[in-house]
C-alpha cells in the first residue's frame, strides 16, 4: 500500500527564516495531496493542496511544489512567525484502488523562535 | 458550526476493559474517517465510512477493535479488552464525497489504557 515518508523529522528556526518541508510518496496512482497542520493543542487543520496534474500552488506564504514524475512534494514557508510553530503533516489521496482513503507522513515538528 | 465533534476527549480504562468513542461528523459529509495518533507511530489511518457503509477497515487490529455508523450523524469506535498499547489520541474526520476533498478533524479522544 501507499506509504509516505517526511523531512525533516523536526526544524528550529528564527523569526524570519524560510524552511522546507519533504515528502515522498510510494503509490503512483495517488492523485491529491492535502498538507495538514496541527498546533500544540489544537486539531488538525487543512493548510494547502495539489492535484497530480499541478505541478506548484502558493498560498499567501507557503508553496507547494510537487513533481510527479519523482513522487515528490516539498512545502515551503517564507517569513516564518512563531504562530506556523506547529507538527506539519503530508498526505496522498487515492492511490491504485481509487479509494477516499489518506495515508499521512510522519510530520515535521517546527518550531519558530521570536 | 462546531465542526467534527468527539466525545469523551479523555477516557481512562483499567487494562481488560472496554472502550467506546464517539465522533459526530460534520452535517452533510458522507465520509467518515478513523484514525490513531501516537508519538512513535505517528497518525495511523484505522477505518472509514462512505455514505455510512464500511469500505476500507485495513488498518483496524482485527481482534478488539470494531467501528460502526448507525446514522449519518455519528460513528463509533468500540476497543474491546483495551490494552496498555492501545493508549493514543483517537482522531475522526469527514469530508465530503470526492477525490480532491480536504478532512476536517475533531479535536480527539485521548485513551489512557492504566
Known amino acids: 500500500g501507499e506509504q509516505v515518508e517526511q523531512l525533516p523529522s523536526s526544524l528550529i528556526v528564527q523569526e524570519g527564516a524560510s524552511v522546507l518541508i519533504n515528502c515522498s510518496y510510494t503509490?503512483?496512482?495517488?492523485?491529491?495531496f492535502p498538507w495538514y497542520k496541527q498546533e500544540p493543542g489544537k486539531r488538525l487543520q487543512f493548510i494547502i493542496d495539489?492535484?497530480?496534474?499541478?505541478e506548484r500552488k502558493q498560498n499567501q506564504r507557503l508553496t507547494l511544489l510537487f513533481d510527479k514524475k519523482t513522487k515528490h512534494l516539498s512545502l515551503h514557508i517564507t517569513a516564518t512567525q512563531p504562530g506556523d510553530s506547529a507538527i506539519y503533516f503530508c498526505s496522498a489521496r487515492g492511490g491504485s484502488s481509487n479509494t477516499d482513503k489518506v495515508v499521512f507522513g510522519t510530520g515535521t515538528r517546527l518550531q519558530v523562535s521570536p | 458550526n462546531a465542526g467534527v465533534i468527539q466525545t469523551p476527549r479523555h477516557k481512562v480504562t483499567g487494562k481488560g476493559q472496554e472502550a467506546t468513542l464517539w465522533c459526530e461528523p460534520i452535517s452533510g459529509h458522507s465520509a467518515v474517517f478513523w484514525y490513531r495518533q501516537t508519538i512513535v507511530q505517528g497518525l495511523e489511518f484505522l477505518t472509514y465510512f462512505r455514505n455510512q457503509a464500511p469500505i476500507d477497515d485495513s488498518g483496524m487490529p482485527k481482534e478488539r477493535f470494531s467501528a460502526q455508523m448507525p446514522n449519518q450523524s455519528h460513528s463509533t469506535l468500540k476497543i474491546q479488552s483495551t490494552q496498555p498499547q492501545d493508549s493514543a489520541v483517537y482522531l475522526c474526520?469527514?469530508?465530503?464525497?470526492?477525490?480532491?476533498?480536504?478532512?476536517?478533524f475533531g479535536p480527539g479522544t485521548r485513551l489512557t489504557v492504566l
Open positions: 495539489i492535484r497530480s496534474n499541478m
Open positions: 474526520a469527514s469530508s465530503i464525497l470526492g477525490p480532491y476533498a480536504e478532512q476536517f
Open positions: 503509490d503512483s496512482a495517488s492523485v491529491y
